[in-house]
């Protein structure tokens, strides 16, 4: 099966998405090696500076209080979820174009932001199970298939060689289910901080292990089709007192929407949107 990054998509979408690219070689380019490899990397997209922010606005909930509960999590790692309640900052990534121009060619118009986690693997974590990130809950959807959901994980310290970089089976987004990577298939992502790895949510992967003397910790922010249910509950985790904050088109991510046409998403037979404050 050849992946056909639009194969999800509606005409209208599949021909914005080829102007797109005739207008704008780079987004071509990396779209054309998610196609091929299933991920591509987006070197500076944050300066030190945004880094800095978002490091200090997540500094409160990296205390080593909120560690991983299983090997998946990583009982080294810590988590922290329900991102945009606790760092505002965190909107500059879920919604930075360069990312958000490769979610918009391969997923459905409408499409929500289905988690926004912070990862800080810790000296000693050991290696993630290999898994993909848009079949939760083992639906029964089996690849090869088109991805149903796009994922980014943003760098906020150095990926290196020992200090659990992200690994990935370039290519696998192709595989059929029962297909398991071996070792020399695997593939470390190795970008500086500030860097964002933007893959198709059906790419095999996992947290590297941390074999340095150093944290190295990332943000991954996950869009999914707008049909698909969010791994996160993000409109209980950023309630409309807190989404009153952001703008338009975070609140559409964070499921303050409907699909269009129609009205999935409605509330009491009303656009979501009118439950947020002085909207």
């Not at 050991?126 to 959807?141: I, K």
């Not at 964002?196 to 089709?225: D, E, K, W």
């Not at 707008?226 to 409109?235: T, Y």
């Amino acid at each position: 099966m050849i992946f056909e990054p639009t194969a999800g998509l509606d005409k209208k979408s599949t021909a914005l998405t080829a102007a797109r690219r005739a207008a704008d070689p780079q987004l071509s380019a990396r779209l054309d090696e998610i196609a091929e490899r299933g991920f591509c990397i987006i070197k500076d997209a944050f300066s030190s500076e945004q880094v800095q922010l978002t490091k200090t606005q997540l500094a409160p909930w990296l205390q080593g209080k909120l560690m991983g509960r299983n090997n998946f999590e990583g009982e080294s790692s810590e988590r922290v979820y329900a991102l945009l309640a606790k760092a505002p900052v965190i909107a500059d990534m879920v919604t930075h174009p360069d990312v958000l121009a490769i979610v918009d060619a391969l997923l459905s118009p409408h499409y929500l932001l289905s988690a926004a986690l912070a990862i800080n693997v810790h000296p000693g974590e050991t290696s993630q199970p290999f898994h993909v990130d848009d079949n939760e809950g083992a639906m029964v959807l089996p690849k090869p298939r088109v991805a149903l959901g796009v994922s980014a994980i943003w760098a906020l310290d150095d990926f290196t060689t020992t200090n659990g970089a992200t690994e990935v089976v370039p290519g696998s987004h192709l595989w059929a289910d029962d297909r398991e990577p071996q070792q020399h298939e695997i593939e470390q992502v190795i970008m500086p901080a500030g860097s964002a790895l933007v893959f198709a949510g059906s790419l095999i992967h996992r947290g590297g292990a941390n074999v340095s003397a150093s944290s190295r910790l990332a943000v991954t922010p996950q869009y999914c089709m707008p049909w698909l249910r969010q791994i996160e509950n993000m409109v209980l985790a950023v309630p409309p007192s807190m989404a009153q904050q952001y703008s338009d088109r975070v609140r559409e991510l964070l499921g303050y929407s409907i699909v269009e046409p129609g009205f999935m998403g409605y509330v009491d037979g009303r656009h979501p949107r009118v439950l947020i404050p002085n909207d």
